[in-house]
């Protein structure tokens, strides 16, 4: 018998990328059957457009992270949705309610606490999207392909007992080029929290989780479900907290963590190419 789901009064979750091979889709319905919240913030990039434009690809389990989201609309939740880049033709239905779901252009929380945070997926202050697009759709195409390849190398893992390592994640890390366009990024955002005149803010776009003060301004970003797995809450206390969902299913002992889609080098390449 699953164990009763944990009760915080918010989630922030960002970057699913439903639409793709590398959506972890099945993680994702893990973690929603195990976390109920009274708010939960869609941040962007729920579904890749950009992807889907290309050649069209959706799973059963990609279709049932829609269908749990809408169910938990329906049952009180209130959900708000701010698209992102890669779902951006969203955005021409903003203000509307589909489902009981809100889409905005950005949004606004308060906290148990009183303080006030900024929501915005955070497209808007990366820039390589403001500056060149065709350079950012470029990039999305060899991320595609990294994690491919990527995706091989964590089946051969798996079958070693080893958890989940991702590539992509680990140059970001130590490129110093991608360090510096993560603080660039940071910065801009929380210059727009500060413009806003808010206490902080909670974003994703660029798949980095993170959690850390800038200059007075709390910077809050809840990560992706294409490599980390990660997620923001606010608990009944007040308290807020970065969920690594990979790090708890491994913890758990539970027999999926970290796992991936079946994905296909040469599929992935042949889709990337007619992109």
């Known amino acids: 018998m699953s164990p009763a789901p944990q009760r915080v009064r918010t989630i922030w979750i960002s970057d699913f990328h439903l639409g793709t091979r590398y959506a972890r889709a099945r993680d994702l319905i893990d973690f929603l059957k195990s976390w109920e919240s009274d708010y939960l913030y869609l941040v962007g990039d729920v579904v890749d457009g950009w992807a889907l434009a290309r050649s069209w690809y959706w799973t059963q389990e990609q279709n049932d992270v829609i269908q ?4 938990r609309a329906r049952k009180g939740t209130r959900v708000t949705y701010i698209p992102g880049n890669h779902d951006d033709f969203a955005r021409d239905y903003v203000g509307m309610q589909f489902g009981r779901v809100t889409v905005k252009n950005q949004a606004y929380h308060d906290l148990l606490d009183g ?9 808007e202050f990366d820039g390589i999207i403001r500056y060149a697009k065709w350079l950012q ?15 091989v190398f964590n089946i051969v893992r798996s079958w070693m ?26 910065q801009l955002v929380a210059e727009k929290a500060r413009q806003e005149q808010v206490d902080g ?9 993170d959690e850390r003060m800038i200059d007075g301004i709390h910077y809050l970003n809840c990560g992706d479900w294409v490599e980390s797995c990660t997620a923001l809450v606010e608990h009944t206390d007040g308290r807020l907290e970065l969920i690594n969902w990979s790090t708890e299913l491994s913890t758990r002992g539970d027999g999926h963590a970290g796992s991936l889609p079946e994905l296909s080098i040469a599929g992935e390449m042949a889709d990337n190419k007619r992109g």
């Open 68 to 71: 749990k989201i809408l169910r």
């Open 161 to 186: 007992g080893r958890p989940y390592w991702s590539l992509s994640a680990f140059l970001k890390q130590r490129t110093k080029k991608a360090l510096q366009y993560i603080d660039d990024f940071e």
């Open 201 to 209: 803010v909670v974003c994703g776009h660029i798949h980095h989780a």
């Open 137 to 151: 759709k470029l990039g999305a195409v060899a991320y595609g392909i990294a994690l491919a390849l990527n995706g």
């Open 115 to 123: 303080r006030r945070l900024l929501i915005v997926h955070g497209d």
